[in-house]
């Protein structure tokens, strides 16, 4: 065994995004009285990860009130940052207090519908026997850990670290140190880490140092900008690789 600590990305390796979102974004429709749809879903779907995707690359401009925040951010500042999504999709034709408020809608629902992806109970199980293994996601810490014990997997996790513990996002480097830090006895040719996204994942296995594995389960062409260690099309391949 090659490595000691598997560090597994969340949303879309573990977790069925879409379909969690899809089910977060009826209720939150419904919340403010409208007729759900899947044309309005894509769009907003893809509002969605494009807000993130600009977000992470420094596209979003902040208001002058927040920009002295380093590190862990305030609620208000995190408020602010997840209603951008809301306005965008009803056009800023609602205050910024109502976009808070649907986004704690669509947030706490979240949370409460979830879709785990083929394999993943099977696959945790069995490497949690062999490896630690972590959750590093981007996403809120509390929305994880409810996620995780949805899908029954909370157990075969040794710790969940999330972005808002430490104020920078994957594939932030100094996600990575924070990481570190607390397990001070591993090198990172001990490291791997496991996810869907070539930018966040991949790219923070390159930015870090450490060997990374593609969850290729669309079957993508790889932008040649990225070289996994390895790639996957199943959860369940890591069984027989590791
Ligand atoms: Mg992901």
Same mark, same amino acid.
């Given at each position: ?51 993130? %995707? ?6 979003? *401009? =902040?208001?002058?009130? /927040?920009?002295?925040?380093? !590190?862990?951010?305030? @609620? ?16 800023? %034709? ?6 808070? *408020? =649907?986004?704690?809608? /669509?947030?706490?629902?979240? !949370?409460?519908?979830? @879709? ?127």
């Amino acid at each position: 065994m090659k490595y000691k600590i598997l560090i597994f990305d969340l949303d879309d390796t573990l977790i069925d995004n879409k379909e969690n979102v899809r089910a977060a974004f009826k209720r939150m429709l419904a919340y403010r009285g409208l007729v759900y749809s899947g044309s309005e879903f894509e769009h907003w779907y893809g509002i969605d990860k494009r807000f993130w %995707s600009d977000w992470q690359d420094g596209l979003v *401009e =902040l208001p002058a009130r /927040f920009k002295h925040e380093v !590190g862990k951010k305030s @609620h208000e500042y995190l408020d602010w940052v997840r209603a951008q999504r809301v306005l965008l999709y009803f056009n800023n %034709s609602i205050r910024l207090e109502y976009a808070i *408020e =649907l986004n704690n809608v /669509f947030m706490k629902a979240l !949370g409460e519908t979830i @879709h785990a992806i083929d394999g993943t109970h099977s696959t945790l199980q069995y490497l949690s026997k062999r490896y630690k293994l972590l959750v590093a996601t981007n996403g809120p810490k509390i929305a994880t850990k409810q996620k995780l014990e949805k899908i029954g997997c909370r157990q075969y996790i040794t710790e969940i670290l999330s972005a808002d513990m430490f104020g920078y996002m994957k594939p932030k480097i100094e996600f990575f140190e924070a990481i570190e830090k607390k397990y001070a006895d591993f090198n990172r040719s001990d490291y791997l880490i496991i996810g869907d996204s070539l930018k966040s994942d991949v790219g923070f296995g390159m930015n870090v140092g450490i060997d990374s594995c593609w969850f290729n389960k669309d079957n993508d062409e790889l932008d040649d900008r990225y070289q996994p260690t390895i790639s996957i099309h199943k959860l369940s391949e890591l069984v027989d690789m590791l």
